[in-house]
């Protein structure tokens, strides 16, 4: 289906699995028109090609290495935030904290606002991939519409200012033959970079770290041989798939798998589902770093679809893992804890992560 994005397409795939009752859409209207946003997981084709080459023409590789001596010092300070009795839920304390503030440093927003915009993110997740209450869904329905108001205001600012940020250079890079971003393409972009750029590296880290702190060998390891953590992390990404399923919709019949899909069917594909398939990995309900690099799992997409923000999710992780191991080498998970989820059907979020370590 990857391979195929003629016949599995972004447009219509993308509708709420909870449709909004009329009170929700009220507000929602007050918002800017779905049509004048369109995130590029809705594109398809030059549509999409367009709006992907201006990321790619600001996150350049050499962009995203540069970021590591920062993320490094981020990881160093919020360490020595965490409390003074050992004890914390690992998900609040650093595996969120992290990738949000190197997301709103590129995007030369003030840290004052992360626990403001880790909340509008929420919204924006359940907005489309939750399940709630009437109740819940009214929060949501105002968080997002509040999200897209200060994105908008954000790209105002940056249209008219001389920033280097990713925001200003995004709004007012000029691609010879691309006509320049709109303002609701930058604000659609922005809700998609904001969104999967630090709940889906919070979802990472601290799933990766709950598998690494159930095996404490692995663990131990990672301490003695910092080299292991990339195949750690990568073995993060297929053993528990943050992203854990992308929508398409059949742009026309096909058939897949001995199946017949019908022309306007949507489809979740379900990537977590294919990271554990038996033909492609030996053993793969077992977390082992040593498989990493054997077989590629298909957390970041295949494709021309690729996940664009792929390397600083790895570049993160990776530095979270090495700070962690040299900082806190006796982290472990508290007596008796058990993970629970919260119910989304794309993303894969451990709603909390107790861990202690010794004084």
């Not at 004890?87 to 992360?114: K, Q, T």
């Not at 131990?220 to 528990?240: K, T």
Request: proline content about 8%; charged content about 25%; overall charge negative.
């Amino acid at each position: 289906m990857f391979a195929d994005p003629t016949t599995f397409v972004n447009q219509g795939a993308t509708a709420p699995v909870t449709p909004p009752p009329p009170p929700v859409a009220e507000i929602l209207a007050e918002g800017i028109p779905a049509s004048e946003i369109r995130p590029t997981v809705t594109r398809d084709g030059e549509d999409h090609d367009r709006i992907r080459r201006f990321l790619v023409s600001v996150l350049t590789p050499r962009y995203i290495a540069a970021l590591e001596p920062k993320i490094r010092r981020l990881a160093d300070r919020l360490v020595d935030e965490l409390p003074a009795d050992g004890r914390a839920d690992f998900v609040n304390a650093f595996a969120y904290r992290l990738p949000l503030e190197v997301v709103l440093d590129l995007f030369g927003i003030s840290g004052a606002s992360g626990a403001q915009i880790h909340e509008w993110t929420t919204h924006a997740m359940s907005m489309f991939w939750g399940t709630f209450t009437l109740e819940e869904h009214l929060v949501a329905a105002r968080g997002y519409v509040d999200f897209q108001r200060f994105l908008a205001e954000t790209v105002q600012r940056a249209r008219t200012g001389s920033g280097d940020d990713v925001v200003s250079r995004l709004v007012n890079l000029d691609i010879g033959g691309d006509a320049p971003l709109t303002d609701g393409e930058a604000v659609g972009l922005l809700l998609g970079l904001l969104s999967a750029g630090h709940e889906t590296s919070m979802n990472l880290i601290s799933l990766t770290m709950l598998q690494v702190l159930r095996s404490p060998s692995i663990w131990q390891r990672m301490i003695d041989d910092p080299s292991v953590i990339p195949a750690v992390v990568e073995e993060g990404l297929r053993f528990e798939s943050p992203a854990h399923s992308i929508w398409r919709k059949a742009a026309a019949d096909a058939e897949l798998g001995g199946r017949t899909i019908a022309a306007g069917q949507r489809l979740s594909v379900v990537v977590g589902s294919a990271n554990r398939d038996p033909a492609v990995f030996d053993h793969p309900s077992e977390f082992d770093p040593d498989r990493a690099f054997d077989s590629p799992h298909l957390s970041f997409g295949r494709g021309v679809h690729f996940c664009v923000g792929a390397p600083l999710a790895r570049l993160e992780a990776r530095v979270a893992f090495e700070v962690l191991t040299q900082r806190l080498p006796s982290l472990r998970l508290q007596p008796g804890f058990t993970p629970s989820y919260r119910p989304n059907s794309v993303q894969r979020f451990l709603e909390r992560l107790d861990v202690e370590w010794d004084g």
